[in-house]
């Protein structure tokens, strides 16, 4: 069976260098033997293939050039073998583009910081070969650009009809090749050009093409790595795992499993069109995922700790097997369901725990649109789903009423009872309409007793009670009247019935809750009933406070609650240091000389470009060229560098 783990890891810088779509970050996967190794240069597809014949493990990619391979007899392609141990790093500009698949031929191959391309396409009506075949061994891609545009068929059949020339990974190898059972891929400094079309960890063979994989599988991957079709491993046993930055997105078009799978998300949003027999969904410390339209059955859904699972995309109905929420007694935060307008959530099983539920959006107040039911659990109670602060500011209500949950608007509680409580009113005594009827009163054997009228089927009532027949008297007919201690009634007197009393409560807030401490409310009728109820904790309402980093200061990102002031998570934003520049001498020749800029921060990696704008100066005559970093948003200050434009000779 396959064990399959899937993981974000938070990169907090993006650069474009170059063109490439590269990250200019440091190999810091590189064993520490390697960096010891002397670099071996390669510029070419002879000089690749020398440097795997000799066992050169430290290769330096310099510049751009493409592996042109060696066909079959039956013209497929033979993949270019990766020895075990290679670590293949660019220069910064440098590119490979492949005609053939490449398999890793051991454990421990790393590429790092280059454009990695694969062009093979539909053209001619060719077979694309775009595969990377780990056969059961590990790889590491670091910072590696992998997007090619196709032609698209703009010109026919000759450029083929492909828009993107995208790899696809399998676990498994090239046909004939013997397999073990532990393939790793670790990608990780993904930028904005590294696309999969799928990655397959568990995989059936391919007559002539490939051979089946179905053993131990890790899959690391980064949150800005896209994948335009599936990572599936429907054949085996998968626990997928994303662990990103809380505001970090990663957009799956599948993925597909089976009854043993499970996928876990903490921190970060998985956007996920299609998720395909998904045994358990757990979604833990702010791991939200955000489900397309056609997703629509889930098996187990477990929520806890702001996680989030977001179904309001989803215009259908949502079938759920069974729907654990947040364990208040174990400490555990909400975690929050999102529906569409009309979504619907119908759960077979168990319900348990409580959800903040939301219409829409989980950052905004519902959009409430009327009265309407938007879950069903036989299985569920009233406290199973709750509504945020925001939507219980704005009147909402989210009722549940045998097994069904209903929003409503400005929602009144009637509690009416089965019978009118005793009234403590004075007796109403109205006479009757009709002349010929009479009290015939009995006297009591007490002097200053006084009769009562009695109704045949009604109870006693206590003195200055209301008195109500059981039936209006004949005519001509006298009513029985037997002694009492109740005053004495007008003779010819009829009785009329009261109205029963129904209860209008209205809320009355003792103490408001907090985000610290449970409130208090008083729901009180005008008859004088009345209960108290306590009102649960409110959310925290979070919000993100920067302090800048400057030059030779570190800054910070802190996400406090605003109101009680907790700290929940705080980033460092490490200090600016230096500037490097891509070349730093020019001879002159009357145009502008303006170097490629990377900004490094004090642990050496890359600040974002969208941090800061670059300004050139004295950048055409010869002599002193300057070049000025001015930060904004979450840095502050500026730092220069300098280069030279030597006089033409």
């Not at 109403?428 to 009562?452: G, L």
């Not at 904790?537 to 009680?564: P, R």
Request: hydrophobic share 30%.
């Amino acid at each position: 069976m396959c064990g399959l783990l899937i993981t974000g890891l938070l990169v907090e810088n993006q650069s474009l260098y170059n063109g490439l779509g590269l990250k200019s970050v440091l190999a810091s996967s590189i064993s520490e033997n390697l960096k010891r190794e002397a670099e071996y240069v390669v510029s070419s597809e002879a000089g690749l293939k020398t440097a795997f014949n000799n066992n050169k493990k430290n290769i330096k990619i310099s510049g751009s050039f493409s592996i042109v391979g060696e066909a079959e007899i039956s013209g497929q392609m033979k993949p270019l073998q990766i020895p075990a141990g290679t670590i293949i790093t660019g220069d910064g500009s440098a590119s490979i583009t492949c005609r053939t698949p490449i398999q890793i031929m051991g454990d421990g191959v790393e590429i790092h910081d280059i454009e990695f391309v694969f062009n093979s396409s539909d053209a001619l009506n060719s077979v694309p070969h775009r595969e990377i075949f780990l056969a059961d061994h590990s790889l590491l891609l670091d910072n590696v650009s992998t997007y090619l545009e196709g032609a698209g068929g703009l010109t026919g059949g000759f450029g083929g009809t492909e828009k993107e020339l995208l790899p696809t990974v399998y676990a498994g190898g090239y046909k004939n090749t013997n397999i073990g059972n532990k393939a790793a891929l670790t990608i990780k400094n993904a930028n904005p050009k590294t696309y999969f079309k799928d990655i397959y960890m568990s995989h059936d063979a391919s007559s002539g093409e490939r051979t089946a994989y179905r053993g131990e599988a890790s899959l690391n991957i980064d949150e800005d790595t896209k994948v335009r079709g599936t990572i599936a491993a429907e054949n085996s046993k998968a626990d997928i795992l994303f662990d990103g930055g809380q505001y970090d997105v990663i957009a799956i078009k599948k993925i597909d499993g089976n009854s043993a799978t499970t996928l876990k998300i903490t921190d970060g949003t998985v956007e996920c069109d299609d998720i395909s027999n998904t045994g358990s969904v757990i979604l833990d410390r702010n791991g939200c995922l955000k489900a397309g339209a056609g997703v629509q059955n889930f098996n187990n859904i477990s929520l806890k700790n702001n996680g989030c699972l977001d179904l309001s995309s989803v215009t259908s109905e949502t079938k759920i097997n069974n729907f654990i929420g947040s364990n208040d007694s174990a400490g555990e935060e909400k975690g929050d369901l999102v529906v569409s307008k009309r979504g619907v959530v119908t759960i077979a099983g168990k319900t348990e725990g409580v959800t903040r539920f939301h219409i829409q959006n989980r950052f905004l107040a519902s959009a409430y649109s009327g009265e309407f039911t938007y879950i069903k659990s036989a299985d569920g109670n009233d406290r199973n789903f709750v509504l945020s602060q925001a939507d219980i500011n704005n009147k909402l209500a989210f009722v549940c009423k045998n097994g069904e949950w209903t929003m409503y608007f400005n929602y009144d509680t009637d509690a009416t009872p089965s019978q009118s409580p005793t009234p403590t009113a004075s007796a109403s005594v109205k006479p009757s309409a009709s002349p010929t009827v009479s009290a015939s009163i009995k006297p009591s054997t007490s002097p200053t007793a006084s009769a009562s009228i009695r109704p045949s089927q009604s109870p006693t009532p206590t003195a200055g009670a209301s008195v109500k027949p059981s039936q209006s008297p004949t005519p001509g007919a006298s009513a029985s009247v037997q002694p009492d201690t109740s005053p004495t009634p007008t003779a010819s007197a009829s009785v009329k019935p009261s109205a029963p009393h129904r209860h209008e409560f209205i809320k009355k807030i003792i103490k408001k809750a907090t985000c610290k401490s449970k409130g208090e409310c008083v729901w009180k009728c005008s008859c004088g009933v009345h209960y108290s109820e306590s009102i649960p904790k409110t959310d925290h309402i979070l919000k993100d406070k920067v302090t800048k980093a400057s030059v030779g200061k570190k800054g910070y990102i802190s996400t406090v609650c605003t109101m009680c002031k907790k700290v929940f998570k705080t980033k460092i934003i490490y200090a600016p240091q230096k500037i490097q520049l891509s070349k730093k001498a020019y001879i002159y020749d009357g145009k502008k000389k303006k170097p490629l800029v990377k900004v490094l921060d004090s642990k050496n990696k890359v600040i974002n470009k969208k941090y800061y704008s670059v300004y050139y100066s004295s950048n055409i005559k010869a002599g002193i060229a300057h070049v000025t970093i001015k930060f904004k948003n979450i840095y502050s200050g500026s730092l220069k560098a300098s280069y030279k434009i030597y006089p033409k000779k």
